[in-house]
């Protein structure tokens, strides 16, 4: 084994003219392809035969930077790939790649080349799916929700869309300044001022944002991020304390003092619901906003409650920009994806009875 990288190493120091650096580097990328291919603990079938590498040497001399597209192969290695032939032409042997290519990013150049290029990845389709609160309702309370307000905190923007009998009847978007970061008043009166706009609703619901690593955020997401979490407190609180002021004037509320009509959806549920992810994309949900919008979204989608939308909640949502209306459609599609959870066991109960 240590005579194969001697060997090699010595033919390759005399046309490329390797520092000590690169040389010690060249080094453990040998050892670790020998160790590879002629370690015993390994299977004789995950090498590469003399005739495959061969093919992958012949492969790799002919190839152009836009031929390598079709295979697997990083742009830092294609462009350390690139840069070798360019200076000293093509490779005589296999251990000549070994020699400037990381072993495992080798293999899957090599395992692209002898499968003809990139395995195809096969999206599977499966449909829409349900979504689940926390926290969870149970079948009494949902009977009593009639109006819905789903509310999406996201950049500077608060946008919310409500619901009341299955008839869109509001859909707002409004922006807001961040403040010092000294003093938190000045954000919490902006808030104030927005909530004011929000009308009482049986049920509030947002949705939860994939999980980040806080210690891995840099200084201004983290920044970003401590101020909507501030945000999405002051809403909570001021609809919260709206909702037990008006119950304290009801003899009738059985709230016992707690903010009990939030909700959150899982991260990511709306897309889910509406079949909008696509991979690890999640696609425009442009047409399926202009269902919504000329009532058609029930019959593409049976198993959707029929919606009406206020003809005034059109007018307003057209006069917004472009950059509102990305923050319009996934408030518009938490309360829907919400309000598919609340009537769908109304209507399964009603078609029993």
Same mark, same amino acid.
């Given at each position: 084994?240590? =005579?194969?990288?001697? #060997?090699?190493?010595?033919?390759?120091?005399?046309?490329?003219?390797? &520092?000590?650096?690169?040389?010690?580097?060249?080094?453990?990328?040998?050892?670790? =392809?020998?160790?590879? #291919?002629?370690?015993?603990?390994?299977?004789?079938?995950?090498?590469? &035969?003399?005739d495959e590498e061969s093919l992958i040497v012949a492969t790799i001399n002919k190839c152009t930077e836009t031929d390598f597209n079709k295979y697997d192969i990083k742009k830092s290695e294609l462009k350390r790939l690139m840069a070798y032939k360019e200076k000293h032409g093509k490779f005589k042997t296999f251990n000549d790649i070994l020699v400037i290519q990381d072993v495992p990013s080798l293999v899957r150049l090599c395992r692209s080349i002898l499968d003809g290029g990139k395995r195809k990845v096969i999206i599977k389709s499966t449909g829409p799916s349900k979504c689940t609160t926390m926290p969870a309702i149970d079948k009494i309370t949902k009977q009593s929700i009639n109006t819905i307000v789903g509310i999406r905190i996201w950049g500077n923007m608060i946008s919310w869309a409500v619901l009341d009998d299955k008839k869109l009847i509001q859909w707002e978007c409004q922006t807001y300044e961040s403040p010092p970061k000294s003093n938190l008043v000045p954000l919490i009166n902006m808030i104030i001022s927005i909530i004011d706009r929000i009308p009482n609703a049986d049920a509030y619901v947002m949705e939860a944002e994939p999980y980040a690593m806080i210690s891995k955020l840099k200084a201004g997401?983290?920044?970003?991020?401590?101020?909507?979490?501030?945000?999405?407190?002051?809403?909570?609180?001021?609809?919260?304390?709206?909702?037990?002021?008006?119950?304290?004037?009801?003899?009738?509320?059985?709230?016992?003092?707690?903010?009990?009509?939030?909700?959150?959806?899982?991260?990511?549920s709306s897309a889910k619901r509406f079949n909008l992810i696509v991979a690890n994309d999640i696609m425009s949900s442009e047409s399926l906003i202009q269902d919504i919008l000329e009532g058609n979204v029930h019959s593409k989608s049976s198993d959707f409650p029929q919606i009406t939308v206020n003809a005034n909640v059109i007018i307003g949502y057209k006069s917004y920009d472009y950059k509102y209306r990305e923050q319009l459609h996934s408030a518009l599609l938490i309360t829907f994806a919400f309000a598919d959870i609340i009537y769908d066991d109304a209507e399964t109960q009603a078609k029993q009875d």
């Open positions: 084994m240590w =005579s194969t990288i001697t #060997r090699t190493l010595r033919t390759a120091i005399e046309p490329t003219h390797l &520092s000590k650096f690169e040389f010690h580097k060249s080094a453990c990328r040998l050892v670790e =392809s020998v160790v590879l #291919r002629e370690s015993i603990s390994i299977k004789k079938s995950k090498g590469f &035969s003399e997401a983290y920044q970003y991020h401590v101020q909507r979490q501030q945000v999405i407190a002051t809403v909570v609180s001021i609809l919260g304390m709206r909702r037990l002021l008006n119950a304290s004037n009801d003899s009738t509320a059985t709230d016992n003092g707690k903010i009990n009509n939030f909700y959150t959806l899982a991260p990511l």
